[in-house]
């Protein structure tokens, strides 16, 4: 593992770093806060998933959260959205919705893909054990987060993992992407045409059979462009709703699909993870 | 003036507008944040000055300072760095620290960047007076602040119109153009080799012969990497000293030059703005 940057922030440390991924079959490059309480001990931690077309920059660099991050003493780790470099391969047409920058945090199946589209265990298992053993943070105490792409990540991730984690939140996550173009179009690619694997990455359905069940918060601007065709909050409400599970679903008068969304709540979202972490 | 952005932000607006500039010879853009109070009547206004190869974007997506100015009900104007478009010489070699995106605040005298190269009459007057016609903020009550080539710009700005700004603050500025290679560079090209010419848009020599004092902030991170070379607030510290100049310089340890440190800082510089608007 490599330190590729550092910076003082909030009176912490905005780290990047590079290291070989065995998961994805090639080098990645993730981001951590560390916020000054890590100099006196262990922290607890939250990873961030973010959006088609993101690296792990975007978040750290539009966000704001490391001031909040360091008034509640929490770690934010936020990895980048697909495999990347030479012999990766991506949408062949080159659009944005797929392959680089758009791994979907799942497990591809189908070739050529799965020989690296394997997010979801990198999320889940690789990264998480290279931050617990290197960094001063409480492997027990995780919280997961995201945005779109990474909203739908944080929260199938949470649903199948629901021991692993303290909290849910997300920002405009694609909520079924069963039931969208957006997922539609990866799922079919990274899983093959059988519907059915689909809905194992899928939160309206896996919320469906939850056994367990997570503080989930939601944040959704009512000005987003995409809320109608590919995020569909109203297929997870009604999930939530058969299952009774208990989701928190805000809608935020005027807010669109941007960064400048995400700044505005973010320290909500922080503030709500802080309580159970 | 045409719109060509808007978001929603920390229940206020974060707007981009293109306009025509009669001073710069060109199509300028500029961003402007509306906090929340604008929406019941004019509020006060704050110019932010970027440093070398920005846009008016760098501070607008990575300062985070939209949640400070919601709070004290502040506007914020942040200008592009030089003009732009097709005619507007740059540095003949493509450098970063000259032309395009390094404007200096200065009116050049010099063929060929006297035509258009002219942002201090464009930040002092032409668009204060755009701001003021189209906005709802109170034109009587204005700050200004920046980074860098940028501090450097909101210093002699406020230095040589005190009668304008109730209070100037800077992050890491370039204290003494005169004396230091960016400005050196720059000033020459802009200005001519007569370096009588120079003094007038140097902070150091502006301070000494300052008839009106403003309340004045810096902070300047002492892990910053052009520290010594190019910034050199020590000289802007004995002209304070030398002139009885209140000039309020905190050295931040472990700080850098980056948008982190801005980050971690432009919280305090809105409430001491605040205080005087």
């Known amino acids: 593992m490599e330190q ?13 770093f590079r290291h070989p991924s065995a998961v994805l079959n090639c ?14 001990g262990v922290v607890p931690v939250l990873y961030w998933l973010s959006g088609l077309t993101c690296t792990d920059e975007n978040f750290v660099t539009k966000a704001g959260a490391q001031r909040y991050a360091a008034e509640h ?5 936020a990895p980048d959205t697909s495999p990347r470099g030479e012999g990766v391969p991506d ?34 298992e690789e ?15 995780m919280a997961i987060s995201g945005h779109s792409m990474g909203g739908h ?19 405009a996550p694609i909520c079924s992407p069963m039931h969208c173009p957006w997922g539609e179009k990866a799922l079919a690619n990274y899983l093959g045409s059988n519907r059915e694997t689909w809905s194992d990455y899928d939160s309206s359905e896996l919320m469906r059979s939850a056994q367990r069940q997570l503080p989930m918060l939601i944040d959704q601007g009512d000005a987003d462009n995409f809320l109608q065709e590919q995020l569909k ?11 009774g599970y208990p ?30 972490l």
Chains 1, 2 share one sequence.
């Open 127 to 141: 990264l998480p054990a290279l931050i617990n053993e290197h960094f001063p943070v409480d492997g027990d105490k």
């Open 233 to 243: 909050p109203e297929l997870l409400q009604q999930a939530a709703k058969e299952a």
């Open 4 to 16: 590729i940057d550092v910076h003082r922030c909030f009176g912490g440390q905005q780290l990047r």
């Open 91 to 124: 949408d062949p047409e080159g659009n944005y919705d797929f392959g680089l920058g758009a791994g979907f945090y799942v497990n591809a199946t189908q070739a050529p893909w799965s020989n690296h589209y394997r997010m979801y265990d990198y999320v889940v």
């Open 153 to 171: 990540g944080a929260l199938t991730i949470a649903l199948k993992n629901p021991g692993r984690y303290r909290s849910v939140s997300a920002f």
């Open 247 to 276: 989701l928190q679903l805000r809608m935020q008068p005027g807010y669109d699909h941007s960064y400048f969304f995400i700044a505005s709540l973010i320290g909500d979202h922080l503030r709500f993870h802080a309580q159970y």
């Open 73 to 77: 003493g929490i770690a934010i780790v």
């Open 27 to 40: 080098d990645m490059t993730f981001s951590i806060y560390l916020p000054p309480q890590a100099e006196q």
